[in-house]
């Protein structure tokens, strides 16, 4: 059966459960949490028409990210299929993922 808004399978036992994070791409090392997270909450997340789970480690909001694999400091960080970020330290699946553990790769104005 198709949802009716989004067009993608929701019968089987992958789609029987309620997501709460979604990723873009299956290259992506970050997915993006629906609704704010606990530590200790398990998270469901969609890639495409998968869907897979992990348990939050820490308190994640709303739009936040959170890692759905390990990252070595300096290791690029993937989102929505683009490079995003670099780590500035290790984290584990399940970790919020934001400015104490990334610093952006996206390009900025250089001041003269």
Not at 17 to 29: C, E, F, H, S, V
Not at 40 to 60: M, N, Q, S, Y
């Amino acid at each position: 059966m198709l949802h009716p808004h989004r067009r993608f399978d929701v019968t089987g036992a992958a789609m029987e459960k309620t997501w709460n994070a979604i990723a873009i791409d299956p290259a992506d090392g970050v997915a993006v949490a629906l609704r704010d997270l606990a530590p200790g909450d398990e998270v469901v997340v969609r890639v495409g028409g998968k869907v897979e789970t992990l348990t939050a480690r820490d308190a994640v909001a709303l739009g936040h990210k959170i890692a759905r694999r390990p990252h070595a400091v300096g290791e690029p960080v993937r989102k929505y299929g683009a490079r995003i970020a670099l780590a500035t330290q290790a984290f584990a699946a399940g970790d919020h993922v934001h400015v104490h553990n990334i610093k952006s790769a996206r390009a900025r104005k250089e001041s003269q």
